[in-house]
């Protein structure tokens, strides 16, 4: 049973991380942006959004990520409203369709297998979400707290991105950041 439970949380993660990838490339599509499409990131293709490094820590940590969807606001109507809804929608999208999902798992709760897939993925989607809200490049919080910082203080941002990105992997990995995420992902699940 524990390597069944195994190969299904990774299908979630999968699915996760795919339909988070495919929400911002659809949603940057759809205001006018030609850049997911040329890079054929509007797919829902898992091999398109697979990144390796991102998809063994969400297996071993609860959380992780895809590969970035590439996107380009010089289309958007409006630049900064379009970033915030390109990168804030697949947050709230996915959350609360992990929430829905759980829901769902209640009416399954007898029938093992299905309640556990069920959970999985809800919890992937919720994961996936909750952990995009940091406002580390290139998660999606980064793009969106780019929006509302004055240009010398979002290339002072900038210049610490390398050492935040290591600093936010480095806390997933000894298990602190997880257990906070944890708190926010339980209230939601």
């Known amino acids: 049973m524990k390597i069944l439970s195994f190969l299904m949380n990774i299908i979630a993660i999968i699915i996760a ?3 988070f990838e495919y929400l911002k490339a659809l949603i940057s ?14 797919t ?3 091999i398109a959004h697979f990144e390796p490094v991102g998809f063994i820590i969400f297996i071993f940590t609860g959380y ?7 996107t380009s606001n010089v289309n958007y109507k409006d630049k900064k409203g379009g970033t915030v809804i390109t ?3 697949p947050i709230v999208i996915c959350i609360a369709l992990g929430v829905l999902i759980r829901l769902i798992s209640a009416f399954f709760s007898d029938s ?3 309640y556990i897939f069920l959970y999985q993925t809800a919890k992937c989607l919720v994961s996936i979400g909750i952990f995009n809200i940091i406002p ?8 969106i707290l780019k929006c509302f910082l004055k240009p010398n203080s979002a290339i002072k941002f900038a210049q610490n991105e390398k050492l935040l990105q290591v600093l936010v992997v480095f806390l997933l990995l000894i298990g602190l950041l997880g257990r906070v995420l944890d708190i926010f992902v339980n209230i939601l699940i």
Do not use: E, H
């Not at 599509?29 to 054929?40: E, I």
């Not at 580390?136 to 793009?143: C, R, T, V």
């Open 17 to 19: 991380v795919t339909l």
């Open 29 to 42: 599509t759809l205001q006018g942006d030609n850049k997911p499409r040329a890079q054929k990131k509007l």
């Open 44 to 46: 829902l293709n898992p």
């Open 64 to 70: 992780g990520w895809g590969d970035p969807v590439p």
């Open 87 to 89: 990168y804030g929608l």
């Open 112 to 114: 093992g297998i299905i």
């Open 136 to 143: 580390i490049y290139p998660l999606s919080g980064s793009w």
